[in-house]
Nanobody, 121 residues
Framework: QVQLVESGGGSVQAGGSLRLSCAAT????????MGWFRQGPGKEREGVAA???????VYTDSVKGRFTISKDNAKNTLYLQMNSLKPEDSAMYYC???????????????WGQGTQVTVSS
């Protein structure tokens, strides 16, 4: 059974940093595109960042230069380092895995339960 388990969310003041982790089990981790989506109150689900099986990365414009996605294949763990956080980054963050990288959340077969990030001004 495929499982994605996020951790690392929390509350932080604007300008602060958080690192999200996603532990992946139950499938051939390295063959998938893995990424992070987020959904704030009253907002649509948004793709934040993704990393493909070859290590290539993509980010949504609003987080470029502030967030870094990475993965540790030995630990089957995905990370999202978030720096210079802004109140508009507040959302539930979801770890995802799917056959290819895309902005379309429907393309991702597997989702974690989410971890909350709250940034206060």
């Amino acid at each position: 059974q495929v499982q994605l388990v996020e951790s690392g969310g929390g509350s932080v003041q604007a300008g602060g940093s958080l690192r999200l982790s996603c532990a992946a089990t139950g499938y051939t981790y390295r063959r998938y595109c893995m990424g992070w989506f987020r959904q704030g109150p009253g907002k649509e689900r948004e793709g934040v960042a993704a990393i493909d099986s070859d290590g290539s990365t993509v980010y949504t414009d609003s987080v470029k230069g502030r967030f870094t996605i990475s993965k540790d294949n030995a630990k089957n763990t995905l990370y999202l380092q978030m720096n210079s956080l802004k109140p508009e980054d507040s959302a539930m963050y979801y770890c995802v895995a799917g056959p290819y990288c895309t902005r379309d959340p429907k393309a991702f077969n597997f989702w974690g339960q989410g971890t909350q990030v709250t940034v206060s001004s």
